[in-house]
C-alpha cells in the first residue's frame, strides 16, 4: 500500500493516536490511585489482546506460526514492558506534564536507531528541523512554571521507556508478524501484558491489590486505558508502522502534551498561557514538517 494512495487513513490513525495516546497519562495516573502500575498495565493489555484475538480469529485471519510469536514477544515486551510499563512504574513519582517531555524523544529515538540499523536510512534535514521544533515547543509547553527536583530514578525509567518504544517502533518493520494488523497487535498485547503481570508478581504487587479499595474512576481509567488507549489507539499505530515511516508514526509524542493542555482547559477551566500558545504553535510546525516529508523511495 502507497503512502499516496492510503493518506486519507494514515491521517485518521494519526489523529486517533493524537487524541487518544493525549489523555492516556491522565487516566493512567486514575488508574495508580488505587492499583499497582505493573499489574494494572498488564490486565489492561492481556483483556484488550483477548478482545482481538477473538475478533482477528473470527475475522478469519490464519493461526500465527511460532515466528511470528517470537516477533510477537520482542516487539510486545520492548513497546509494552519497556515503553508502557516504565511510563506507568515512573508516574507513581514523576508529574505527567515532565513524563510527557521526556517520552517525547521517543521520534528521536527512532530516527538515530533508524540510521544505526543495517540498511538504515539517513533523517532528511526537514526531519531533523521538525524533530528539533517539536522538542524545544514540548519543552516549551510543559516546563514547569517554578523549578523543583526530579525524581532521577523516574526521570531514567522514562527516558528508558522513550528509547525502549523507538526499538520496538523500528524494529517491528524488519521482523516477521502476521498480515493482519489486528492479529499482530493482539499478540503483541498478550505477550507484552504476560511479562507485566508477570513483573508485577515478581515485585509482589498481587498481594496488596484489594479490589474492594479500587475506587470507581480508577477502574474507569483502566476500562479507558483498555478499549481506547490499548484496542483502539495501539491499533491504529501498529497500523501506522506498517503503512508509513517510524518517524511520522512516532510523532503523536510532539502532540500528546497539548491535547493535555486542551483537555485542562476544556475540563477544568485552565486558561492557555501566551507560553502555551507559542508552544502549541511549534508543536503543530513540528507535525507538519515530519509528517509532510518525502519518504524515502
Same mark, same amino acid.
Given at each position: +500500500?502507497?503512502?499516496?494512495?492510503?493518506?486519507?487513513?494514515?491521517?485518521?490513525?494519526?489523529?486517533?493516536?493524537?487524541?487518544?495516546?493525549?489523555?492516556?497519562? %491522565?487516566?493512567?495516573?486514575?488508574?495508580?490511585?488505587?492499583?499497582?502500575?505493573?499489574? +494494572?498495565?498488564?490486565?489492561?493489555?492481556?483483556?484488550?489482546? #483477548?478482545?482481538?484475538?477473538?475478533?482477528?480469529?473470527?475475522?478469519?485471519?490464519?493461526?500465527?506460526?511460532? @515466528?511470528?510469536?517470537?516477533?510477537?514477544?520482542?516487539?510486545?515486551? #520492548? +513497546?509494552?514492558?519497556? *515503553?508502557?510499563?516504565?511510563?506507568?512504574?515512573?508516574?507513581?513519582?514523576?508529574?505527567?506534564?515532565? @513524563?510527557?517531555?521526556?517520552?517525547?524523544?521517543?521520534? %528521536?529515538?527512532?530516527?538515530?536507531? *533508524?540510521?544505526?540499523?543495517?540498511?538504515?536510512?539517513?533523517?532528511?534535514?526537514?526531519?531533523?528541523?521538525?524533530?528539533?521544533?517539536?522538542?524545544? *515547543?514540548?519543552?516549551?509547553?510543559?516546563?514547569?512554571?517554578?523549578?523543583?527536583?526530579?525524581?532521577?530514578?523516574?526521570?531514567?525509567? #522514562? %527516558?528508558?521507556?522513550?528509547?525502549?518504544?523507538?526499538?520496538?517502533?523500528? &524494529?517491528?518493520?524488519?521482523?516477521? &508478524?502476521?498480515?493482519?494488523?489486528?492479529?499482530?497487535?493482539?499478540?503483541?498485547? &498478550?505477550?507484552?501484558?504476560?511479562?507485566?503481570?508477570? /513483573?508485577?508478581?515478581?515485585?509482589?504487587?498481587?498481594?496488596?491489590?484489594?479490589?474492594?479499595?479500587?475506587?470507581?474512576?480508577?477502574?474507569?481509567?483502566?476500562?479507558?486505558? +483498555?478499549?481506547?488507549?490499548?484496542? /483502539?489507539?495501539?491499533?491504529?499505530?501498529?497500523?501506522?508502522?506498517?503503512?508509513?515511516?517510524?518517524?511520522?508514526?512516532?510523532?503523536?509524542?510532539?502532540?500528546?502534551?497539548?491535547?493535555?493542555?486542551?483537555?485542562?482547559?476544556? &475540563?477544568?477551566?485552565?486558561?492557555?498561557?501566551?507560553?502555551?500558545?507559542?508552544?502549541? @504553535?511549534?508543536?503543530?510546525?513540528?507535525?507538519?514538517?515530519?509528517?509532510?516529508?518525502?519518504?524515502?523511495?
Amino acid at each position: +500500500m502507497s503512502l499516496r494512495a492510503s493518506s486519507g487513513r494514515i491521517a485518521l490513525a494519526l489523529l486517533a493516536v493524537y487524541l487518544i495516546w493525549g489523555s492516556t497519562y %491522565l487516566a493512567i495516573r486514575f488508574a495508580l490511585d488505587t492499583l499497582p502500575p505493573f499489574t +494494572m498495565a498488564g490486565a489492561r493489555f492481556v483483556l484488550a489482546g #483477548l478482545c482481538l484475538l477473538g475478533f482477528a480469529r473470527g475475522s478469519g485471519a490464519p493461526p500465527p506460526d511460532r @515466528a511470528q510469536w517470537w516477533s510477537a514477544a520482542l516487539i510486545g515486551g #520492548l +513497546m509494552l514492558v519497556g *515503553g508502557n510499563g516504565a511510563v506507568c512504574w515512573a508516574e507513581k513519582t514523576v508529574p505527567s506534564g515532565l @513524563a510527557s517531555l521526556l517520552i517525547a524523544t521517543v521520534p %528521536l529515538w527512532a530516527v538515530v536507531m *533508524g540510521a544505526l540499523l543495517p540498511g538504515g536510512q539517513k533523517p532528511s534535514p526537514r526531519v531533523i528541523a521538525g524533530i528539533l521544533f517539536g522538542l524545544a *515547543g514540548v519543552g516549551i509547553l510543559v516546563q514547569p512554571q517554578k523549578s523543583g527536583s526530579v525524581d532521577p530514578a523516574g526521570a531514567a525509567a #522514562l %527516558l528508558f521507556a522513550a528509547a525502549s518504544w523507538a526499538a520496538g517502533s523500528v &524494529l517491528s518493520k524488519r521482523v516477521r &508478524l502476521p498480515s493482519s494488523p489486528v492479529l499482530s497487535t493482539a499478540m503483541q498485547m &498478550l505477550c507484552g501484558g504476560s511479562f507485566l503481570l508477570l /513483573i508485577g508478581s515478581i515485585a509482589g504487587e498481587w498481594p496488596g491489590i484489594h479490589l474492594q479499595s479500587v475506587t470507581t474512576k480508577s477502574a474507569l481509567a483502566v476500562v479507558y486505558l +483498555m478499549v481506547f488507549g490499548s484496542i /483502539i489507539g495501539f491499533t491504529a499505530f501498529v497500523w501506522l508502522l506498517r503503512n508509513t515511516t517510524a518517524v511520522i508514526a512516532t510523532s503523536y509524542a510532539y502532540v500528546n502534551p497539548l491535547v493535555a493542555v486542551l483537555l485542562g482547559w476544556a &475540563l477544568n477551566g485552565e486558561t492557555p498561557s501566551p507560553r502555551t500558545a507559542t508552544a502549541g @504553535a511549534l508543536v503543530v510546525g513540528a507535525v507538519v514538517l515530519i509528517t509532510t516529508a518525502r519518504p524515502p523511495k
